[in-house]
């Protein structure tokens, strides 16, 4: 298992952004399939991105489509969350997860089953 370690959460407005980071310790890092997760209060843990070993494709769950951006810096074995256009109902403890499945169809990532590694999450409140 790879330790992950998320930063960036906080605070914000709706309408605002905010940047999350997951810093990963191996120098592996390249060959983990990287996604983001958040669970809300009382809710299940729900997939919101993922982006495959290179960084060239990504997927997003509808409801962050076109408001948030996954990205990943392999030489700095870090993946991001850029997240834009926030709304309340994006409150949540947001996690990254790494996994080792290689799997063709990154639409295969929206099951946390398919993640071996998880940080400890970092908390993001939108305020309305």
């Known amino acids: 298992q790879v330790e992950l370690v998320e930063s960036g959460g906080g605070l914000v407005q709706a309408g605002g952004s905010l940047r999350l980071s997951c810093a990963a310790s191996e120098r592996t890092f390249s060959s983990y399939v990287m996604g983001w997760f958040r669970q809300a209060p009382g809710k299940e843990r729900e997939f919101v991105a993922v982006i495959n070993l290179s960084g060239a494709n990504t997927y997003y769950a509808d409801s962050v489509k076109d408001r948030f951006t996954i990205s990943r810096d392999n030489a700095k074995n870090t993946v991001y969350l850029q997240m834009n256009s926030l709304k309340p109902e994006d409150t949540a403890v947001y996690y990254c997860?790494?996994?080792?499945?290689?799997?063709?169809?990154?639409?295969?990532?929206?099951?946390?089953?398919?993640?071996?590694?998880w940080g400890q999450g970092t908390q993001v409140t939108v305020s309305s």
């Open positions: 997860a790494a996994s080792t499945n290689t799997y063709r169809y990154l639409n295969y990532y929206t099951d946390y089953k398919m993640f071996g590694s």
